[in-house]
Structure formats: structure tokens, C-alpha cells
Nanobody, 117 residues
Framework: QVQLVESGGGLVQAGGSLRLSCTAS????????MGWYRQAPGKQRELVAT???????NYVDAVKGRFTISRENAKNTVHLQMNSLKPEDTAVYYC???????????WGKGTLVTVSS
């Protein structure tokens, strides 16, 4: 079984920065995509950013230019550097791992990011 553990969430004022981290443990096949999703109160979960083992990245338009996703393959760790945070970024952020061959998907328990105005 794969386990994902997130860290780095917290309370920050608008314009500030936070860095989220997620480490996967268990049997991790190297061909995979890791990413971050978020869910605000009353809204559906949405993709924020993903990064493949090839380092190809994908971002939702709302965070382009502000957020940067990166990974450390040897540590099975993904990071999300969030700059210029806005109140609308407030959400629970979930780490995601998807194996590209089996298409199996795993989720972390989430970390809360609150941006005050």
C-alpha cells in the first residue's frame, strides 16, 4: 500500500508564501505523476499542478506564474512553492500519486492552507 504524507500548510496573509511537501512511501514505481489538488468549501476538488517523472509539468491557469511544482525522484517527494497567495487559494490541498502503467491512484489526507485578506 502506498502512503502519502503532506506538510507545510498553515495560515498566511495575502501576498505571502508557503511551501508544501509530500513524501510517498511503499512500493513506488518510477513511472508516475505526482501532483497537488485542492478543495475549497462548497466547491469540487480541482487540479492545481502535476509533475511527471519526466519532469513535464501542468498547472491550472489560476496559479500559473505564482506556483511552482518540483520533485525529488530519489526521495519520492513533491513540493509546491506557492507565492503571491490570494484569499481564493484557501483550500485543503491534497497530494496525489498516479502510476502511469497501472493507472492506480493514491491520495494524501490533505493539508489546510488559509490565506487571509
Amino acid at each position: 500500500q502506498v502512503q502519502l504524507v503532506e506538510s507545510g500548510g498553515g495560515l498566511v496573509q495575502a501576498g505571502g508564501s508557503l511551501r508544501l511537501s509530500c513524501t510517498a512511501s511503499g512500493t513506488i514505481f518510477s513511472s508516475n505523476t505526482m501532483g497537488w489538488y485542492r478543495q475549497a468549501p462548497g466547491k469540487q476538488r480541482e487540479l492545481v499542478a502535476t509533475i511527471a517523472s519526466t519532469s513535464n509539468t501542468n498547472y491550472v491557469d489560476a496559479v500559473k506564474g505564482r506556483f511552482t511544482i518540483s520533485r525529488e525522484n530519489a526521495k519520492n517527494t513533491v513540493h509546491l512553492q506557492m507565492n503571491s497567495l490570494k484569499p481564493e487559494d484557501t483550500a485543503v490541498y491534497y497530494c496525489n500519486l498516479k502510476f502511469r502503467v497501472s493507472m492506480m491512484e493514491y491520495w494524501g489526507k490533505g493539508t489546510l492552507v488559509t490565506v487571509s485578506s
